[in-house]
T-cell receptor, first 110, second 113 residues
Framework: TQLLEQSPQFLSIQEGENLTVYCNSS?????LQWYRQEPGEGPVLLVT?????EVKKLKRLTFQFGDARKDSSLHITAAQPGDTGLYLC??????????FGTGTRLKVLA | KAGVTQTPRYLIKTRGQQVTLSCSPI?????VSWYQQTPGQGLQFLFE???????NKGNFPGRFSGRQFSNSRSEMNVSTLELGDSALYLC????????????FGEGSWLTVV
Protein backbone atom coordinates (compact mmCIF):
# COMPACT_ATOMS: atom_id res chain seq x y z
CA THR A 1 0.00 0.00 0.00
CA GLN A 2 1.40 3.37 -0.98
CA LEU A 3 1.52 5.90 1.84
CA LEU A 4 2.55 9.52 1.90
CA GLU A 5 3.59 10.85 5.28
CA GLN A 6 3.71 14.57 5.79
CA SER A 7 5.56 16.40 8.52
CA PRO A 8 4.95 18.32 10.56
CA GLN A 9 1.25 17.68 11.07
CA PHE A 10 0.67 21.10 12.59
CA LEU A 11 2.70 24.28 12.34
CA SER A 12 2.02 27.64 13.91
CA ILE A 13 4.47 30.41 13.07
CA GLN A 14 4.75 34.18 13.10
CA GLU A 15 4.42 36.26 9.97
CA GLY A 16 7.76 36.66 8.24
CA GLU A 17 9.21 33.32 9.33
CA ASN A 18 10.34 30.61 6.92
CA LEU A 19 9.09 27.03 7.02
CA THR A 20 9.49 23.70 5.27
CA VAL A 21 6.91 20.93 4.93
CA TYR A 22 8.01 17.42 4.04
CA CYS A 23 6.25 14.66 2.13
CA ASN A 24 7.83 11.21 2.34
CA SER A 25 7.11 7.76 1.00
CA SER A 26 8.84 4.44 0.52
CA UNK A 27 7.24 4.23 -2.93
CA UNK A 28 8.34 5.82 -6.17
CA UNK A 29 5.92 8.24 -7.79
CA UNK A 30 5.81 9.29 -11.43
CA UNK A 31 4.50 12.69 -10.41
CA LEU A 32 3.76 14.57 -7.24
CA GLN A 33 1.47 17.48 -6.58
CA TRP A 34 1.02 20.01 -3.80
CA TYR A 35 -2.34 21.49 -2.87
CA ARG A 36 -3.59 24.08 -0.40
CA GLN A 37 -7.04 23.71 1.09
CA GLU A 38 -8.86 26.38 3.04
CA PRO A 39 -11.80 25.70 5.36
CA GLY A 40 -15.03 24.97 3.51
CA GLU A 41 -13.33 24.70 0.15
CA GLY A 42 -11.81 22.04 -2.04
CA PRO A 43 -8.03 21.69 -2.46
CA VAL A 44 -6.39 24.05 -4.95
CA LEU A 45 -3.51 22.74 -7.02
CA LEU A 46 -0.27 24.67 -6.44
CA VAL A 47 2.26 22.70 -8.47
CA THR A 48 3.03 19.41 -10.20
CA UNK A 49 6.57 17.98 -10.29
CA UNK A 50 7.46 15.05 -12.51
CA UNK A 51 11.26 14.83 -12.74
CA UNK A 52 13.53 13.62 -9.94
CA UNK A 53 15.44 16.57 -8.48
CA GLU A 54 13.07 19.07 -10.04
CA VAL A 55 12.68 22.42 -8.30
CA LYS A 56 9.77 24.75 -9.00
CA LYS A 57 9.11 28.18 -7.58
CA LEU A 58 5.78 29.90 -7.17
CA LYS A 59 6.40 33.37 -5.72
CA ARG A 60 7.51 32.69 -2.12
CA LEU A 61 6.90 28.94 -2.38
CA THR A 62 9.64 26.55 -3.50
CA PHE A 63 8.82 22.92 -4.30
CA GLN A 64 11.38 20.17 -4.71
CA PHE A 65 10.95 16.59 -5.88
CA GLY A 66 13.49 14.15 -4.47
CA ASP A 67 16.08 12.60 -6.78
CA ALA A 68 14.57 9.15 -6.25
CA ARG A 69 11.03 10.51 -6.68
CA LYS A 70 10.01 9.19 -3.26
CA ASP A 71 9.83 12.47 -1.40
CA SER A 72 9.16 16.15 -1.81
CA SER A 73 9.39 19.36 0.15
CA LEU A 74 7.59 22.68 0.18
CA HIS A 75 9.47 25.70 1.49
CA ILE A 76 7.71 28.97 2.20
CA THR A 77 9.79 32.11 2.58
CA ALA A 78 8.54 35.01 4.71
CA ALA A 79 5.19 33.40 5.49
CA GLN A 80 2.09 35.59 5.48
CA PRO A 81 -1.32 35.10 7.13
CA GLY A 82 -2.73 34.38 3.67
CA ASP A 83 -0.59 31.23 3.56
CA THR A 84 -2.69 29.72 6.34
CA GLY A 85 -4.37 26.49 5.32
CA LEU A 86 -4.04 22.74 4.97
CA TYR A 87 -1.19 21.72 2.68
CA LEU A 88 -1.52 18.36 0.97
CA CYS A 89 0.89 16.45 -1.18
CA UNK A 90 -0.43 13.84 -3.61
CA UNK A 91 1.51 11.25 -5.57
CA UNK A 92 0.65 9.28 -8.64
CA UNK A 93 2.35 6.07 -9.68
CA UNK A 94 1.00 6.30 -13.18
CA UNK A 95 -2.33 4.62 -12.57
CA UNK A 96 -4.14 7.94 -12.91
CA UNK A 97 -5.23 7.97 -9.30
CA UNK A 98 -3.57 10.13 -6.70
CA UNK A 99 -2.62 9.06 -3.19
CA PHE A 100 -2.91 12.00 -0.82
CA GLY A 101 -0.63 12.70 2.09
CA THR A 102 -1.71 13.07 5.69
CA GLY A 103 -1.68 16.87 5.46
CA THR A 104 0.09 19.74 7.23
CA ARG A 105 -2.08 22.34 8.88
CA LEU A 106 -0.29 25.71 8.80
CA LYS A 107 -1.30 28.78 10.75
CA VAL A 108 0.56 32.03 10.20
CA LEU A 109 0.00 34.59 12.92
CA ALA A 110 0.04 38.31 12.10
CA LYS B 1 -14.82 29.72 -17.02
CA ALA B 2 -17.09 28.16 -14.42
CA GLY B 3 -15.42 25.85 -11.93
CA VAL B 4 -16.41 22.43 -10.72
CA THR B 5 -19.92 22.48 -9.30
CA GLN B 6 -21.05 20.04 -6.66
CA THR B 7 -24.57 19.66 -5.32
CA PRO B 8 -25.87 19.57 -2.72
CA ARG B 9 -23.34 21.39 -0.57
CA TYR B 10 -24.70 20.14 2.73
CA LEU B 11 -27.00 17.29 3.61
CA ILE B 12 -28.02 15.22 6.59
CA LYS B 13 -29.14 11.63 6.20
CA THR B 14 -30.19 8.85 8.55
CA ARG B 15 -28.39 5.53 8.88
CA GLY B 16 -29.64 3.04 6.34
CA GLN B 17 -30.71 5.66 3.81
CA GLN B 18 -29.02 6.23 0.50
CA VAL B 19 -27.65 9.42 -0.99
CA THR B 20 -26.77 10.71 -4.46
CA LEU B 21 -24.24 13.48 -4.98
CA SER B 22 -23.78 15.35 -8.23
CA CYS B 23 -20.75 16.88 -9.92
CA SER B 24 -20.58 19.08 -13.01
CA PRO B 25 -16.98 19.32 -14.26
CA ILE B 26 -15.40 22.29 -15.94
CA UNK B 27 -16.69 22.69 -19.48
CA UNK B 28 -14.60 20.56 -21.83
CA UNK B 29 -13.20 18.36 -19.06
CA UNK B 30 -13.94 14.69 -19.57
CA UNK B 31 -12.40 13.06 -16.52
CA VAL B 32 -14.09 13.17 -13.12
CA SER B 33 -12.69 11.71 -9.91
CA TRP B 34 -14.32 11.41 -6.52
CA TYR B 35 -12.62 11.58 -3.13
CA GLN B 36 -13.75 11.20 0.47
CA GLN B 37 -12.17 13.48 3.07
CA THR B 38 -12.43 12.79 6.79
CA PRO B 39 -10.38 14.12 9.74
CA GLY B 40 -9.15 10.63 10.56
CA GLN B 41 -8.37 9.19 7.13
CA GLY B 42 -7.65 12.33 5.14
CA LEU B 43 -8.36 12.41 1.42
CA GLN B 44 -9.04 9.01 -0.06
CA PHE B 45 -9.65 8.16 -3.71
CA LEU B 46 -13.07 6.67 -4.48
CA PHE B 47 -13.17 6.29 -8.26
CA GLU B 48 -12.46 7.96 -11.58
CA UNK B 49 -14.64 8.19 -14.65
CA UNK B 50 -13.62 9.00 -18.19
CA UNK B 51 -15.84 8.78 -21.25
CA UNK B 52 -18.68 7.36 -19.17
CA UNK B 53 -16.54 4.43 -17.98
CA UNK B 54 -15.08 3.80 -14.55
CA UNK B 55 -11.32 3.69 -15.09
CA ASN B 56 -10.02 3.37 -11.54
CA LYS B 57 -11.51 2.42 -8.21
CA GLY B 58 -10.28 2.92 -4.66
CA ASN B 59 -10.64 0.59 -1.69
CA PHE B 60 -14.22 1.30 -0.74
CA PRO B 61 -17.10 -1.16 -0.28
CA GLY B 62 -19.63 -1.80 -3.01
CA ARG B 63 -22.08 0.53 -1.28
CA PHE B 64 -20.18 3.32 -3.00
CA SER B 65 -20.92 3.60 -6.69
CA GLY B 66 -20.90 6.19 -9.39
CA ARG B 67 -21.57 6.92 -13.00
CA GLN B 68 -20.77 9.46 -15.65
CA PHE B 69 -23.10 10.80 -18.27
CA SER B 70 -22.40 11.66 -21.90
CA ASN B 71 -22.06 15.35 -20.98
CA SER B 72 -19.30 14.36 -18.47
CA ARG B 73 -21.44 15.18 -15.46
CA SER B 74 -21.04 12.58 -12.75
CA GLU B 75 -22.99 11.27 -9.81
CA MET B 76 -21.93 9.13 -6.91
CA ASN B 77 -24.27 7.10 -4.77
CA VAL B 78 -23.84 5.66 -1.31
CA SER B 79 -26.38 3.08 -0.23
CA THR B 80 -27.19 1.82 3.27
CA LEU B 81 -25.48 4.77 4.91
CA GLU B 82 -23.36 4.23 8.01
CA LEU B 83 -22.26 6.78 10.60
CA GLY B 84 -18.70 6.43 9.31
CA ASP B 85 -19.77 7.70 5.89
CA SER B 86 -20.03 11.21 7.32
CA ALA B 87 -17.44 13.14 5.36
CA LEU B 88 -16.70 15.79 2.79
CA TYR B 89 -17.07 14.28 -0.67
CA LEU B 90 -14.96 16.03 -3.26
CA CYS B 91 -15.19 15.88 -7.01
CA UNK B 92 -12.18 16.65 -9.19
CA UNK B 93 -12.27 17.55 -12.86
CA UNK B 94 -9.51 17.05 -15.47
CA UNK B 95 -9.36 17.56 -19.22
CA UNK B 96 -8.48 13.91 -19.80
CA UNK B 97 -7.50 10.79 -17.91
CA UNK B 98 -4.02 11.14 -16.50
CA UNK B 99 -3.87 14.91 -16.85
CA UNK B 100 -1.91 16.70 -14.14
CA UNK B 101 -4.33 19.60 -14.37
CA UNK B 102 -6.86 18.90 -11.66
CA UNK B 103 -9.53 21.19 -10.28
CA PHE B 104 -11.55 20.33 -7.20
CA GLY B 105 -15.07 21.42 -6.39
CA GLU B 106 -16.01 22.80 -2.99
CA GLY B 107 -17.41 19.44 -1.96
CA SER B 108 -20.59 18.03 -0.50
CA TRP B 109 -20.72 17.78 3.27
CA LEU B 110 -22.59 14.62 4.27
CA THR B 111 -23.61 14.00 7.85
CA VAL B 112 -25.13 10.63 8.75
CA VAL B 113 -27.09 10.53 12.00
Amino acid sequence: TQLLEQSPQFLSIQEGENLTVYCNSSSVFSSLQWYRQEPGEGPVLLVTVVTGGEVKKLKRLTFQFGDARKDSSLHITAAQPGDTGLYLCAGSSGTYKYIFGTGTRLKVLA
Amino acid sequence: KAGVTQTPRYLIKTRGQQVTLSCSPISGHRSVSWYQQTPGQGLQFLFEYFSETQRNKGNFPGRFSGRQFSNSRSEMNVSTLELGDSALYLCASSPWQGSHTIYFGEGSWLTVV
